[in-house]
């Protein structure tokens, strides 16, 4: 099949021994390849991985990008914003909105009826793994441990009916726990001496500190979502979360050691509150209590042989995993209730848990402001999290996710769950993870799991009264485990790239030896600077053609490249910003005086120079000779331009001339050629020095030259 050739033989202005012509042949039903280019380039046949001849024949004039512009009919910036802000408020946009904002209309009609007892299990085995670790965290944000199963209620059905993905599973998450437990510490501290009555009115405060902090959530992630801010997680990478919720695991870990030897230790804040909270736990080892401390040690050990040894079998072997943690909670309920541990042995239980939905409540409004910045890092953490364990199981099952609707979705839960009396919520990496390797279909698997809770919650709340607290300390040390193992990502990232590694170790190492919000802080930070390092220090590239072909590519990189005397191609990769505008012309005009006089400070010296002869001799020789050098600059992976980058490039054409040496700029985005335009950038540099590729701008160059 040969398609038509493309030529233009009315384009009387350019060159006409520089045209080619694209011509595609296939001489093989097995579409096997060999490439051969006519008129200034030829190739020889070469071997393809496909074992065919595909031909390639390019035969058209030269453009510059006017010429361009002109036939092939350029749509401006201006007329295509007028296309994307057209109104249009039609029935089927309006169902297209309506099917966003409440997922299950998009997946239930093509729900298969096979996948229900699946999602019914793995629905059951997530609540028998969420509640006692719902429980464990809620203790660990210093509220009663009846919040954690208002909060593995409403938020996993809320996410259920508004969420995107098939395996979040959402909930109470140990880091977002251990900073509102810092939060609530502090606004509701428990007292030293007090009565029942006392510690009731505690435990009432505490629960509307926590539920203000989740209102406060809501209100940040309406804002977000409102703004379309979920496009934010691309500044929160891979490595910053780990290396964040690695330090920030020890900081849990160090938050319930002394529960699991039940003794009292002083609150610390700040740099290096891991070496006081040690400190301290050692002075009090003399007076840790014996029980709760043996409890401890075999339920740790129990979970562990559960967790490592015993359920990988069982998943291979039947595809459910044993819940161990429910097998450890009823078992030591009932042998603290029989053995009486807390009257005998003076072990703390979790004692009474109200049963029933809590009726709803106003947060704590007056201190709504206070209470806002310092929900800020814990929102951070939620939505770097959720996203990332959102997009992880989507792309690892291959399905489409909408992160912008995940955000509504998470704003909306804390704002409703806020008036429940709820903690804020998260993806469960963990409880995720076993949703997807039990190979959930749908959240018919959430709301299955969110129905069990609201079971428990309706009639098994006494029966939970002699729980052991050092049980649900004990839950949270060994789901920490997972946590700790991120630490095996730092060789590979070490090989792979060093400024990532970096971005892990600052992440971890401030987290570490601060504390978990002040960590959080110096991690985005440090990522933001790896950003405009990058940016501010990009690879600047010199190209060459490969043989008998048009392509251009790293001198570096290949050994069979040639170049053109008289021709510099430079490639630069980055956006051309303020903050690297004046490095890309000081690269620039190096490079020319570099490869044309041998001395990169040429410039440099002309300037220093009392004389003028040989600035003038320069420049006038240049001029009567016309450019008879040429440094065509590929702006093909700039995607961005500022008015900066702009001068720059005025800047570049100034300076390089004053070497006998014409700029060309080839492969420009629309965008940033309009940029040009707007910025007045063609009242000085002509337009017909714009070119739509690098090999334009090359055979431009060689005519010019040849004049």
């Known amino acids: 099949m040969i398609p038509e050739k493309i030529s233009d033989e009315s384009n009387e202005k350019m060159p006409s021994q520089f045209d080619y012509e694209r011509l595609i042949t296939t001489t093989s039903p097995n579409i096997s390849s060999s490439i051969l280019m006519s008129s200034e380039i030829s190739i020889e046949d070469s071997p393809s991985l496909l074992n065919s001849n595909l031909r390639l024949r390019i035969d058209r004039n030269v453009y510059d990008h006017q010429k361009f512009d002109e036939e092939f009919n350029f749509i401006n910036t201006a007329e295509s914003q007028n296309e994307f802000f057209k109104f249009d408020c039609s029935w089927k946009k309006v169902k297209q909105f309506g099917k966003n904002l409440f997922p299950p209309i998009k997946w239930l009609p093509k729900y298969k009826k096979i996948y229900l007892i699946r999602d019914i299990i793995v629905g059951l085995t997530i609540c028998v793994l969420s509640i006692p670790q719902a429980m464990a965290y809620a203790t660990l944000a210093n509220i009663p441990a009846v919040v954690g199963l208002y909060s593995s209620f409403f938020p996993t059905l809320l996410y259920a009916l508004f969420g995107t993905s098939r395996h979040i599973m959402y909930g109470m998450f140990a880091v977002p726990a251990l900073m509102v437990g810092a939060i609530v510490e502090e606004f509701a501290p428990l007292p030293e001496m007090a009565n029942a009555t006392d510690f009731a009115a505690q435990e009432e405060a505490a629960i509307k500190i926590c539920a203000t902090i989740t209102f406060c959530l809501g209100i940040i992630f309406a804002i977000m979502a409102f703004l379309q801010l979920h496009i934010l997680t691309a500044y929160l990478s891979n490595h910053l979360v780990t290396g964040f919720t690695t330090a920030a695991s020890f900081h849990v870990l160090a938050s319930q050691l002394?529960?699991?030897?039940?003794?009292?230790?002083?609150?610390?804040?700040?740099f290096f509150k891991l070496g006081y909270i040690t400190y301290d736990l050692f002075k009090e080892i003399p007076t840790l209590n014996w029980m709760s401390t043996l409890i401890s040690i075999v339920s740790i050990t129990f979970l562990m042989i559960g967790k490592y040894f015993i359920?990988?079998?069982?998943?291979?072997?039947?595809?459910?995993?044993?819940?161990?943690?429910?097998?450890?909670?009823?078992?030591?309920?009932?042998?603290?209730?029989f053995f009486n541990f807390h009257d005998d042995y003076g072990v703390g239980i979790v004692e009474t848990i109200p049963t029933g939905v809590p009726p709803p409540k106003l947060p704590d409004f007056s201190s709504f402001f206070v209470i806002l910045p310092k929900a800020i890092p814990i929102a951070v953490v939620i939505f770097g999290v959720t996203l990332s364990v959102l997009k992880l199981f989507a792309k690892k099952h291959d399905y489409k996710v909408n992160p912008a609707q995940d955000l509504r979705a998470i704003a909306c839960i804390h704002i409703f769950c806020s008036f429940f009396s709820c903690h804020p919520g998260s993806g469960s990496l963990s409880r995720s993870a076993v949703a997807s390797q039990l190979g959930s279909k749908s959240q018919i698997a959430g709301i299955t799991s969110a129905s069990v809770v609201l079971i428990v919650l309706l009639w098994a709340g006494p029966f939970l009264y002699d729980l052991p607290r050092c049980v649900l300390a004990s839950i949270i040390f060994v789901a920490l485990?997972?946590?700790?193992?991120?630490?095996?990502?730092?060789?590979?990232?070490?090989k792979t790239s060093k400024i990532d590694f970096a971005i892990w170790m600052v992440s971890f190492l401030a987290t570490f030896f601060y504390d978990v919000s002040e960590g959080l802080l110096i991690a985005v930070g440090f990522a933001l600077f790896t950003v405009i390092y990058r940016i501010q220090t990009p690879k600047s590239i010199s190209l060459a053609k490969a043989p008998g072909t048009e392509l251009y590519r790293d001198i570096k990189k290949y050994r069979k490249l040639e170049t053109y005397e008289n021709i510099l191609i430079l490639r630069y990769d980055a956006p051309l910003l303020f903050i690297n505008s004046g490095k890309f012309v000081e690269t620039a005009t190096k490079l020319v005086a570099k490869e044309y006089f041998g001395n990169s400070e040429i410039l440099n010296d002309m300037e220093n120079n009392d004389g003028e002869e040989d600035k003038i001799s320069l420049k006038t020789s240049s001029i009567q000779k016309g450019h008879e050098r040429y440094l065509i600059v590929d702006l093909s992976t700039v995607s961005q331009i500022d008015q900066m980058g702009v001068e720059a490039l005025k800047e570049l054409h100034t300076e390089v001339a004053k070497l006998g040496t014409m700029v060309l700029i080839a492969a420009p985005k629309s965008p940033v050629r309009e940029l040009f335009d707007a910025c007045g950038f063609f009242s000085a540099v002509s337009k017909n020095l714009f070119f739509p590729s690098i090999h334009d701008a090359v055979l431009f160059a060689q005519s010019r030259m040849n004049l």
């Not at 002394?258 to 700040?270: A, E, F, N, T, Y």
């Not at 359920?311 to 309920?333: A, D, G, H, S, Y």
């Not at 485990?481 to 070490?494: I, R, T, Y």
């Open 258 to 270: 002394p529960k699991l030897i039940s003794v009292k230790i002083q609150s610390h804040m700040g």
């Open 311 to 337: 359920n990988p079998e069982m998943i291979t072997k039947f595809q459910v995993p044993v819940p161990f943690e429910l097998i450890l909670v009823i078992t030591t309920t009932l042998l603290s209730h």
């Open 481 to 494: 485990q997972s946590m700790f193992v991120q630490v095996k990502e730092l060789p590979k990232l070490w």
